[in-house]
């Protein structure tokens, strides 16, 4: 008996150790999302040590949003005019006046900017695995006010990578549900 | 009455397999021809230099003798080498990777010829174990090049290593013979009007992960269509390119896209000054589309594209492509593709493919598939 709790013990301290995905998120009761048709995603702010990753995930969240249906995106090279037209000093986090500007040229009636914390291999002990940390928000283009906010982090060294090695999922993979999962956020 | 018997069974069983000829030869294939050229006439071809993409050294010159040599004995005449490297000199001609309007027409009008042949080395490795990767197509020459045929092939020595390894191939210059034969054969079939149809069938692990359709494109219509050059992000030199190859070749094939020839796209980039940071703007997209009379515009990222050069190792290719209605200036195609070359193996390393070239291939002819909407599962 006295094994049987000391398993259980040492069973629930180790997937408290797991790696989870966080829940965070802000939406505006007020705001009618549904007038929202076009969508401008601009740079993500990187803050990894990986120079591409912005642009990789970046990538991916334009084209699963597109794939919901729901809203259209402008296409990156559109937006990368826009960000020259209105001479955005910082586009990974523009001013309100930037913003409004910007959506003018672009013809968007929301904006979105993020930052993406963490993305690539992370070590825990001996056990590897992938992981991405991302923070989106979405300003809307008339008052540039911010009607969504949301944060998720995927991936990490599990109570099964720890048990079984193996890496973990690849990162292109942990990439897409984090995306899909931010997505979710947004509709529902 | 038992000779009777054996009479009318053999008779039944000529008719049954009449029948099931005849009716065999009604069933719509795969290999249905889709695109021809001028089935029994012969065609006076230039072929260009090879393009090295593979960022490696190789003997360019043998590699271009042996697809010659083949090319010949599909019945095709050859401008000669001295011919071709006269009018390059006289044309001023140093890239090799496509050919414009304007020298398809002087190559016309001066050389007589009908097509230029065009080859990338995408992958070569002579040593432990051989590679090789190529991809080749035939351009019409006149003032409206247009791209006549299009194939792709990539082996590695230990593609088939059979029973104790007999199947293996360690002489490079065997596997490059083979892999110069299947082009040669595969244009050979194209010149006798049995090419590749559109590609209808394709394992679902090489689909795009991610991707969007907007209701435009029809299957029974053809869209002229402009590929500009992909960014390439990935650690490979080239990659842009021969990604670009690939998935050229993968929508020519399914027959409803007029692909236009990246030479042509190329030179009128050079014309007009075009440079793309981040992906191109709705109204250069506009211009390049008016001025090379294109309805659709396709343009791509390549994320990875890796061949590790090992026995054993494991190619990883992913990029991302979009393409942009001219009229509504909206996307109606973008989609997210990455694939390992392993993920197809159930057992026995059955299903794995041991080059980016094939990889890139599969994960292309997916987005091609899917994109013609022509009843691809």
């Known amino acids: 008996m006295r094994n049987f709790i000391i398993s259980g013990v040492i069973f629930l301290f180790l997937t408290a150790c797991a790696g989870t995905g966080t829940d965070e998120k802000y ?27 912005g642009e990789r995930v970046r990538d991916v969240f334009v084209t699963a949003l597109l794939a919901t249906g729901g809203v259209y995106v402008i296409p990156t090279g559109e937006v990368a005019k826009g960000i020259s037209l209105t001479g955005m000093t910082n586009p990974t986090a523009p001013s309100k006046e930037e913003i409004l500007k910007f959506a003018a040229l672009v013809k968007a009636d929301a904006v979105i900017t993020g930052v993406l914390r963490e993305y690539g291999e992370v070590r825990s002990g001996s056990s590897t695995a992938n992981v991405i940390s991302l923070s989106t928000q979405m300003i809307e283009t008339q008052t540039g006010r911010v009607v ?14 720890r048990l079984l090695g193996g890496g973990g999922d690849p990162l292109n993979y942990v990439t897409e549900k984090a995306v899909d999962d931010l997505i979710n956020k947004l509709f529902m | 009455m038992i000779l009777s018997i054996n009479y009318s069974c053999k008779i039944s069983c000529i008719v049954f397999l009449a029948g099931l000829v005849f009716l065999s030869g009604c ?17 006076r071809v230039a072929v260009l230099p090879l393009d090295n993409l593979s960022g490696k050294t190789a003997p360019l010159k043998e590699i271009k003798q042996s697809l010659i040599d083949r090319i010949t004995l599909q019945g095709v005449e050859v401008l000669s080498e001295k011919a071709t490297e006269r009018f390059m000199a006289r044309y001023r ?9 304007d020298t398809a027409q002087a190559f016309k009008e001066e050389e007589k010829v009908d097509a230029v042949l065009i080859t990338s080395l995408e992958l070569y490795q002579e040593g432990g174990p051989p590679r090789i990767g190529l991809i080749s197509r035939l351009v019409s020459t006149g003032s409206k090049p247009v791209i006549l045929w299009m194939d792709s092939i990539g082996l590695t020595g230990y593609d088939s290593p059979g029973i104790l390894g007999l199947g293996l191939i360690e002489d490079s210059v065997s596997l490059r013979d083979k892999a110069l034969s299947l082009l040669a054969s595969s244009l050979g079939e194209a010149l006798a009007g049995k090419g590749k149809g559109p590609n209808v069938k394709g394992p679902s692990t ?6 969007y359709q907007a209701p435009f494109i029809e299957a029974d219509k053809t869209y002229t269509m402009a590929a500009l050059p992909f960014f390439n992000r990935s650690e490979k030199r080239n990659a842009g390119e021969i990604v670009l190859l690939h998935i050229i070749n993968a929508l020519v094939h399914q027959g409803n896209f007029a692909v236009l020839e990246p030479g042509i796209i190329r030179q009128k980039f050079l014309n007009i000054r075009l440079i793309m940071n981040e992906g191109i703007s709705l109204s250069d997209a506009d211009f390049v589309a008016n001025s090379l009379n294109a309805e659709l515009i396709l343009s791509g990222k390549v994320t990875d594209y890796q061949d590790v050069l090992l026995e054993g190792g494991v190619p990883k290719v992913g990029f991302s492509v979009s393409v942009i209605e001219k009229m509504s200036k909206k996307i109606i195609w973008a989609s997210e593709s990455y694939n390992l070359g392993n993920e197809d193996v159930i057992f026995f390393d059955v299903g794995r493919l041991n080059t980016a070239n094939t990889l890139t291939s599969e994960m292309a002819r997916a987005v091609a598939g899917r994109m013609s909407r022509r009843g691809y599962q």
């Open chain 1, 27 to 53: 939406r505006d009761a007020n705001m009618d999302f549904g007038a929202i048709q076009n969508i401008a995603v601009l740079p993500l702010a990187n803050l990894t040590r990986d120079q591409q990753a």
């Open chain 1, 148 to 161: 969504w906010s949301a944060s998720v982090t995927k991936g990490g060294v599990t109570f099964k990578d």
């Open chain 2, 27 to 43: 069933v719509q294939t795969g290999k249905t021809a889709a695109f021809r050229v001028s089935p029994g006439k012969e065609l």
């Open chain 2, 93 to 101: 001609m140093r890239y090799v990777g496509g050919i414009d309007a």
């Open chain 2, 206 to 211: 090489y689909r795009p992960k991610v991707f």
